[in-house]
């Protein structure tokens, strides 16, 4: 199998690095910026392309892996290629790349930083196709990868990336926050990395809603108080200190 | 070393049962409610206590693990005994304890579920003392446990339990939240489990500002419309999305 990389970003690099690791040739890499082409191609012993017509209509598995904004330009540009297609989109229909007979969705339900390594056991794939020839190929390559692989329609995938919003992206965000409050009292955010995991840790066996613990759970106003008054200085800190605790209390009703 | 338990919450018992493990003789346990402490009792082959007053004053080590609200009365019960009077609230400050002679914090900044083992190596214990032989002891104690020590002031202490706050609380409100979402559609949690394992392994090695992902960072305000397009019913969670959102916008400025 011969696949082409179209973009060069975080979640473009982890994939066709795991794809070359799983020995499947990675034969072109476009992106919109040139030299991250040929840095991503290099990598992978592919040919890095300029101009997005010039990929080869060759090759048996496309990648786009794009902003959402870009895969309709891209779309366009590229050649009518007959094989498989796929993105990489949460949130893009699949319909985005019916300009190609065989295309899909593969979206890796997993957040990706350009400088971590990361196991593809660990990444579950979010598979659409519109017959089972091409889902077949979807999850043999799921499987060369070692992923687990889901079949998921585009509203369910539309769903899972909202959900990976609130867990995934605005959950570090709090890391953020509470890194920020520890900053600014010269404390160091190691002290609560072993808290960080063991609350990550915990919901691999429970539910979320039976492993609350804190303030807001137990009703325990007067903590609460005394944490608003530690934050009267930052009322954006209050605000979002506010709403969640009376979140929680709602969830536990 | 002969150690009293007062109090059979979820920090009482686990603390308890990892001084055990560890080789220190726990002799009594009082409860608010006595069933709970029979119960807890019979796991650490201590004696179950009734009536407050009757704990013992020869005892080196008492640690008092109640709710905040609890801790005046508890201590005003109490016989005024010699030995090391400890609390574990991450909140009350070190002088609620100032009628006993002898007297510290013990404070493990973790989160606790009864149901759920917990190895005290992964529990920082933040340690406040009046004196140096005080905080010899409590460090002999954290070290018989395993943990890293800390000595913490008051100040701190409260910093850290209210960056906890965020970065624990809140964050596991956040996982119910994606649970809550994906359930309402009939997904299942254990799609996002790696995602939310990943998360918080990506902070053990990064600062969380740095591992951001999301849409919100990318200033794709298309996905973020879409998103809250989705939560049109949901005005609350529309209401917490907007707020990270904004939050994580002016955090990267």
Redesign the interface.
Known sequence: MDVVCVGSG?VATHLAMALKAAGIRLIQVWSHTFANAVKLAADLEAEAIADISEITVDADFYIISV???AIAAVCEAMPAVKGIVVHTSG?TPAEALSRFINHGVFYP?????K??T?DFK???LCLEAGNTVIMDTLKAVALKLGSPA?EIDG??R?????????????????????????GE???D?D????????????????????????????G?E??MA??LE??KDRP?LA???Q??SN??K??QG
């Open positions: 975080n902003k959402d904004d949130i339900l997993q957040t990706f930083s400088r971590r990361l660990h990444v579950p889901y509203g369910q539309r769903i899972l990336h909202l959900s990976a919003a609130f867990a995934c992206n605005f959950v570090n965000h709090l890391y953020a926050l509470g890194d920020l409050i520890l009292n010269g404390l955010f002290l609560i990395r072993p808290l960080i995991m063991e609350t990550a840790d915990k919901v691999s066996a429970y539910r979320p809603l039976e492993a609350q613990t804190g303030p807001a759970v137990r325990d007067k903590t005394a944490h530690m934050l954006e605000q979002i200190y709403m969640l979140s929680i709602k969830s």
